[in-house]
């Protein structure tokens, strides 16, 4: 009786899909915001990923192979998004030595420390930037100017994000119109043209990226429109509330990894809730967090640490929100 029933870790795939196929629509679908990186930030955009992506690879082939001795798993394409999404997370100039860690701590820690894909309750690429945040401040924090193709890699000159600017500005008493004179416009932000991480600076492809993961059915919008749509409501009383102080909501939105997050990293399956209640609870949760960290906290940006917060609570929420079971008998009073 015990070889009639196999239970596997999530994520659980139903028909023909497999991780395979869905790890390789997430890759399509990062691939609009990587060739805008690259447009942007030259040389230095193409070192970060091919070295984060290939430690990704490295780490988790050595530590199955010689550390836990299981089949090796890195053509399911989970390590590949792990290193781009790492990468996308950092600046275009960042030491190779340091990528080489984050990507360590990514998949060793994160990830493997657990038992492999589907085990592991944090997100691993941003467990990874977390760790290398914390432990590399200066040079997580230097973020490159958009000089185009020709750009180097060791001589890209560094600038604040507008995120940063504003955060500073509003801390030494500077008004918010002046600021928002300092930084690129919103269509300027749109297209990319501003400092920041490789990830962050492409919003139309990003947007372009989540088209195609919804036409494909890798995601659905629950949790990419939880997100901005807490956002956006947040900032927009906020902003009413004091417009000297807060900044607009498209500024929120367009600025910073907000997009990134929550299209790419808030949804990661294994890490996501499974049901669409949950899914919207838990991105109005990510939402708000950033939102606080971002107008109250010391960081500039905060969506890092709140999906990771929100990470904590999937289990929960995967063991309270449940659609109701086929058959289920309702009573009433």
């Given at each position: 009786?015990?070889?009639?029933?196999?239970?596997?870790?999530?994520?659980?795939?139903?028909g023909k899909?497999?991780?395979?196929?869905l790890?390789?629509?997430?890759?399509?679908?990062?691939?609009p915001?990587?060739?805008?990186?690259?447009?942007?930030?030259?040389?230095?955009?193409i070192?970060?990923?091919?070295t984060?992506?290939?430690?990704?690879?490295?780490?988790?082939?050595?530590?199955?192979?010689?550390?836990?001795?299981?089949?090796?798993?890195?053509?399911?394409?989970?390590?590949?998004?792990?290193?781009?999404?790492?990468?996308?997370?950092?600046?275009?100039?960042?030491?190779?030595?340091?990528?080489?860690?984050?990507?360590f701590?990514?998949?060793?820690?994160?990830?493997?420390?657990?038992?492999?894909?589907?085990?592991?309750?944090?997100?691993?690429?941003?467990?990874?930037?977390?760790?290398?945040?914390?432990?590399?401040?200066?040079?997580?924090t230097s973020?490159?100017v958009p000089?185009?193709?020709?750009?180097?890699?060791?001589?890209?000159?560094?600038?604040?994000?507008?995120?940063?600017?504003?955060?500073?500005?509003?801390?030494?008493?500077?008004?918010?119109?002046?600021?928002?004179?300092?930084?690129?416009?919103?269509?300027?932000?749109?297209?990319?043209?501003?400092?920041?991480?490789?990830?962050?600076v492409?919003?139309?492809?990003?947007?372009?990226?989540?088209?195609?993961?919804?036409?494909t059915?890798?995601?659905?919008?629950?949790i990419?429109?939880?997100?901005?749509?807490?956002?956006?409501?947040?900032?927009?009383?906020?902003?009413?509330?004091?417009?000297?102080?807060?900044?607009?909501?498209?500024?929120?939105?367009?600025?910073g990894?907000?997009?990134?997050?929550?299209?790419?990293?808030a949804?990661?399956?294994?890490?996501?809730?499974?049901?669409?209640?949950?899914?919207?609870?838990?991105?109005?949760?990510?939402?708000?967090?950033?939102?606080?960290?971002?107008?109250?906290?010391?960081?500039?940006?905060?969506?890092?640490?709140?999906?990771?917060?929100?990470?904590?609570?999937?289990?929960?929420?995967?063991?309270?929100?449940?659609?109701?079971?086929?058959?289920?008998?309702?009573t009433?009073?």
């Open positions: 009786m015990s070889n009639l029933l196999n239970v596997s870790q999530s994520p659980h795939i139903h899909e497999s991780t395979q196929k790890m390789l629509n997430v890759v399509i679908a990062l691939m915001a990587l060739f805008t990186s690259v447009f942007y930030f030259g040389l230095g955009a070192i970060v990923t091919l984060s992506v290939a430690s990704c690879l490295l780490f988790e082939y050595l530590i199955q192979k010689f550390v836990l001795k299981k089949p090796i798993s890195i053509t399911d394409g989970s390590a590949l998004v792990t290193g781009l999404l790492l990468a996308f997370n950092l600046p275009s100039n960042i030491p190779v030595f340091i990528i080489v860690i984050g990507s701590v990514s998949i060793g820690i994160a990830k493997m420390t657990f038992g492999g894909l589907g085990n592991n309750p944090f997100n691993p690429a941003l467990v990874g930037r977390v760790f290398m945040l914390i432990s590399f401040p200066v040079q997580m973020w490159p000089k185009g193709l020709g750009t180097g890699y060791a001589d890209a000159v560094t600038g604040a994000t507008p995120l940063a600017i504003i955060k500073e500005g509003l801390k030494n008493g500077e008004s918010l119109s002046k600021l928002m004179g300092e930084i690129p416009s919103p269509a300027q932000m749109l297209m990319g043209d501003m400092g920041g991480s490789m990830g962050e492409a919003a139309i492809a990003l947007i372009i990226g989540f088209i195609y993961l919804l036409a059915r890798v995601i659905t919008w629950h990419p429109v939880s997100v901005t749509g807490s956002i956006a409501i947040f900032t927009t009383i906020l902003w009413l509330a004091n417009p000297e102080k807060n900044a607009d909501p498209m500024f929120h939105l367009l600025a990894g907000v997009l990134l997050g929550a299209i790419f990293m949804t990661d399956y294994v890490t996501s809730p499974m049901v669409p209640k949950a899914m919207i609870i838990y991105g109005c949760g990510i939402g708000i967090i950033t939102v606080v960290i971002r107008v109250w906290g010391a960081y500039p940006e905060g969506v890092s640490f709140a999906i990771l917060i929100m990470n904590s609570f999937v289990p929960l929420m995967n063991a309270y929100i449940k659609p109701k079971r086929f058959g289920e008998e309702v009433n009073g």
